[in-house]
């Protein structure tokens, strides 16, 4: 994999609310997931990228339930960017793509919860808006391992990347 800009590149981590990352994934646990969007968080931190934290928030739900909230380890950090999202997609009606336009971000790196859905979204749009997409498929789960592994395989090998959280550490000089 090529290197990665960090003044150009925002890690996204899409829904790791503690109902999403409680849930039954595959291939990958909810802990598993965790932990590697927390490893690409920090990365990206170190390297000077843009951590972005994406968190659903679905209308008549109690945004503060215990099951809505963020889990513990990623919580947004000074300097980080936080979405709140209503679709499966970060981009409709959020102003991120204008936000990272503004930064001159043009790459983005895309994990969490789920493959399927909103990781799989994010990519699909990010893609057809004009960004890279980079696509650590370790740091991701779907509900059913065949669906995470349909998305990997055939969705996400279309629109950029797919890799793995250590070589994105790697590529941003880790």
């Not at 963020?70 to 981009?91: A, H, N, Q, S």
């Not at 399927?116 to 696509?135: C, D, K, S």
């Amino acid at each position: 994999m090529e290197a990665l800009d960090p003044a150009r590149t925002a890690v996204v981590l899409i829904d790791l609310q503690r109902q999403m990352v409680d849930q039954s994934l595959a291939p990958h646990s909810g802990p598993e997931v965790v932990a590697r969007c927390v490893t690409l968080a920090d990365a990206a931190r170190a390297a000077g990228a843009l951590v972005v934290v994406v968190q659903f928030e679905q209308p008549g739900v109690d945004p503060q339930s215990a099951g809505n909230r963020l889990v513990p380890e990623v919580t947004p950090k000074p300097g980080d960017l936080k979405i709140i999202k209503r679709t499966w997609g970060p981009f409709q009606d959020t102003g991120l793509d204008a936000t990272l336009r503004e930064r001159g971000v043009d790459t983005l790196v895309v994990a969490g919860v789920a493959t399927n859905y909103g990781v799989e979204q994010t990519a699909r749009i990010g893609y057809e808006i004009g960004y890279r997409m980079v696509l650590p498929q370790d740091a991701m789960s779907g509900l059913q391992t065949e669906a995470h592994e349909f998305a990997v395989s055939h969705i996400f090998r279309a629109l950029g990347t797919v890799c793995t959280t250590a070589e994105v550490v790697d590529a941003l000089g880790g």
